[in-house]
């Protein structure tokens, strides 16, 4: 399977911004669709923003103005920009990505998650 690994999380008051960041490894063959989705305690996952390898980006209701996502094909890399944030934008963020990558002599597909990344924000 690839590993996606996650950074950029943290503790910021509401108005701040952060920006999270994931990256899939540079041998990956190709990477469809990236995307974030975050959980709340006690709430299930829920996506926030997805982008296609062609740039088309879908977001949640509740993050839309507020939240841009993007990502660098080359870099294998998908990121997240949240500004304006709000205590409800509290919870663990976790990148997904889907493709396929080498195995031995043989080409895989892949469906990853992240670790994870807290986000806190302060009222």
């Known amino acids: 399977q690839v590993q996606l690994v996650e950074s950029g999380g943290g503790l910021v008051q509401a108005g701040g911004s952060l920006r999270l960041s994931c990256a899939a490894p540079r041998s990956t063959l190709s990477i469809n669709t990236m995307g974030w989705y975050r959980q709340a305690p006690g709430k299930q996952r829920e996506l926030v923003a997805v982008i296609t390898s062609g740039g088309g980006t879908n977001y949640a209701d509740s993050v839309k103005g507020r939240f841009t996502v993007s990502r660098d094909n080359a870099k294998k890399a998908v990121y997240l920009q949240m500004n304006s944030l709000k205590p409800e934008d509290t919870a663990v963020y976790y990148c997904?990505?889907?493709?396929?990558?080498?195995?031995?002599?043989?080409?895989?597909?892949?469906?990853?998650w992240g670790q994870g990344t807290q986000v806190t924000v302060s009222s």
């Open positions: 997904n990505a889907a493709g396929r990558y080498y195995s031995g002599d043989y080409i895989q597909r892949f469906d990853s």
